[in-house]
């Protein structure tokens, strides 16, 4: 087989079959395939689409395409996954929570894609913090602390690792089967035995209606139980951010006064629902409510917070960065309110307009090569059905220089629409599996 034919079918609307995906998959982990390949590859199969068999062959390849996990633990191994919003740190949260809760969570994330912030990005945000472990490492900190955060090494998973970084440049991050491919060849990868898919809708997602949802989530779950790991998914509201603030070390903030207790809200809510369906399905807790009861009571109770703490010291951040964090945590130079010009009701929020704003602070990428800026983002975001006066605050813009505040000021305002009324919607819309 070569490129050029594979792609060329792709072009004239013809179905890959198995053996081709499964070389494309080996292509691009051996680096046979070009950059301008891959790219091609990846606007193909965004314009075409694959068939169910289809997306199943390409998921296992490009998981089969490295080292495969396998662990020897006397609990079960588990983990979340969610298909990218805005204001999202549930996995700084939920991890912690689940390994307090008795499960083994060898988290393997990813960096920002579009709009949408990365949980790597996020970690890499407190100082000294590295997310590249080894084999040897990784099995070392999961089991003395129950969960590590890490990015996927060059043997897990070497495939994805190519296609990732050309769809966040190439306008092909919105594929259901690229996204089902790339989460779940890493999720695989990791030797899980339950996952739970946190799909996002609406503004700030990917996926901006319910039916489009509804199908990533299905193709999600039926692809992974297909490949062998028991799953299952929750679609989740994504009208508004999850957290009030976006960018990396602001949301690590927020992350850190959930874990200390000082706010509850949406993020907590969503930590309960995803981790009780986990904690269920692997036995851990009676049912899915029950096992919501055990996250909340991790968070509650500190242990979660001991966890990420634990956590962070075994990544090479601070020893006593929970204690200490905003000692830790770095600051942007310029800091601006957005205000209201005019009182009304939050109707509206266009959730990629603020991702993309964040980006163009700094806080994300736009090309590969890009450095993020940690400190950069907004904070204090106000929610749907929030009363505005004029002259109120809509947010904070936190930049490195005030051009770009004034730029991000000028976004935020457009973002956010005022009205007289607000629909409120429901944090958790529907599970699947």
């Known amino acids: 087989m070569e490129a050029r034919s594979i792609l060329a079918k792709l072009r004239h609307d013809q179905r890959l079959s198995v053996d081709e995906l499964t070389w494309i998959a080996g292509a691009l982990a051996d680096q046979t395939l070009s950059a301008a390949q891959a790219g091609a590859f990846a606007m193909g199969i965004c314009r075409n689409g694959l068939d169910e068999a289809g997306r199943v062959a390409l998921t296992k390849a490009m998981c089969a395409s490295g080292h495969v996990l396998v662990w020897d633990l006397d609990k079960p191994v588990l983990d979340k996954h969610s298909?990218?919003?805005?204001?999202?740190?549930?996995?700084?949260?939920?991890?912690?929570?689940?390994?307090?809760?008795?499960?083994?969570?060898?988290?393997?994330?990813?960096?920002?894609?579009?709009?949408?912030?990365?949980?790597?990005?996020?970690?890499?945000?407190?100082?000294?913090?590295?997310?590249?472990?080894?084999?040897?490492?990784?099995?070392?900190?999961?089991?003395?602390?129950?969960?590590?955060?890490?990015?996927?090494?060059?043997?897990?998973?070497?495939?994805?690792?190519?296609?990732?970084?050309?769809?966040?440049?190439?306008?092909?991050?919105?594929?259901?089967?690229?996204?089902?491919?790339?989460?779940?060849?890493?999720?695989?990868?990791?030797?899980?035995?339950?996952?739970?898919?946190?799909?996002?809708?609406?503004?700030?997602?990917?996926?901006?209606?319910?039916?489009?949802?509804?199908?990533?989530?299905?193709?999600?779950?039926?692809?992974?139980?297909?490949?062998?790991?028991?799953?299952?998914?929750?679609?989740?509201?994504?009208?508004?951010?999850?957290?009030?603030?976006?960018?990396?070390?602001?949301?690590?903030?927020?992350?850190?006064?959930?874990?200390?207790?000082e706010v509850q809200g949406p993020i907590v809510e969503l930590c309960c629902a995803l981790g009780g369906v986990l904690l269920a399905d692997a036995g851990l807790a009676r049912d899915a409510d029950a096992g919501g009861v055990l996250i909340a009571g991790a968070i509650t109770e500190g242990r979660a917070a001991e966890r990420f703490g634990a956590m962070i010291a075994a990544l090479g951040g601070p020893v006593h960065f929970v204690e200490q964090w905003r000692r830790f945590l770095p600051e942007a130079t310029v800091m601006r309110e957005v205000t209201a010009r005019e009182a009304g009701i939050v109707q509206a929020i266009d959730g990629e307009a603020l991702g993309l704003a964040v980006v163009a602070l700094g806080g994300g990428r736009t090309i590969e090569s890009d450095v993020i800026d940690p400190a950069v983002g907004l904070s204090g975001v106000v929610r749907l059905g929030a009363k505005v006066e004029k002259g109120q605050p809509l947010a904070v813009v936190h930049a490195a220089r005030p051009a770009q505040a004034g730029k991000a000021a000028a976004a935020v305002r457009a973002a956010i629409t005022l009205g007289g009324a607000a629909v409120m919607p429901e944090l958790i819309v529907e599970y699947i599996g």
Request: proline residues 4%; glycine residues 12%; hydrophobic residues 45%.
């Open 83 to 261: 298909t990218g919003g805005v204001g999202d740190c549930v996995s700084l949260v939920l991890a912690p929570a689940l390994a307090a809760c008795g499960a083994y969570v060898p988290m393997i994330s990813g960096r920002g894609l579009g709009h949408t912030g990365g949980t790597l990005d996020k970690l890499e945000a407190i100082p000294g913090v590295g997310v590249m472990l080894d084999e040897a490492r990784l099995r070392e900190v999961v089991g003395q602390v129950g969960c590590a955060i890490v990015g996927a090494t060059g043997d897990i998973a070497p495939a994805d690792k190519r296609l990732y970084a050309v769809r966040d440049v190439t306008a092909t991050v919105d594929s259901l089967d690229l996204i089902t491919a790339s989460i779940l060849s890493k999720k695989l990868a990791a030797g899980l035995e339950g996952l739970v898919l946190d799909v996002k809708v609406g503004s700030g997602a990917f996926m901006k209606d319910i039916g489009a949802a509804r199908d990533l989530a299905r193709a999600l779950v039926d692809t992974a139980n297909a490949a062998g790991c028991p799953t299952r998914a929750i679609i989740s509201d994504m009208s508004q951010p999850l957290v009030p603030s976006l960018g990396n070390a602001l949301e690590v903030a927020e992350v850190m006064r959930v874990l200390n207790g």
